[in-house]
């Protein structure tokens, strides 16, 4: 079984764990673990992602090169596992 994690790109992995471990240390340990993250965890892995990529802008509102990585991270987490909220409830 490949993990949430490790189904992540290669080269993406490392940020990924860095910033999310960062903030959350139990949502990286579970990630580690599961096949699929719940709904739950996309949401709260997107929400600390995009807190993050929102740190690493530059004056100019540009993302820095770690603002990019941060961004090619969570583009390629939510293209996976994309967050689907059922609109008829």
Same mark, same amino acid.
């Given at each position: 079984m490949s993990s949430v994690v490790d189904s992540l790109p290669y080269r993406l992995k490392s !940020?990924? !764990?860095t910033v999310v471990g960062g903030q959350d240390d139990q949502l990286l340990e579970s990630l580690r673990t599961q096949k699929e993250?719940?709904?739950q965890?996309?949401?709260a892995v997107e929400r600390i992602l995009s807190? #993050?990529?929102s740190r690493n802008l530059g004056p100019d509102y540009e993302p820095t090169p770690r603002g990019r990585d941060i961004d090619n991270v969570l583009g390629a987490f939510l293209l996976r596992w994309p !967050? #689907?909220?059922d609109r008829d409830t």
């Open positions: !940020i990924f !764990i993250p719940t709904l965890q996309r949401i807190n #993050e990529f !967050i #689907e909220v």
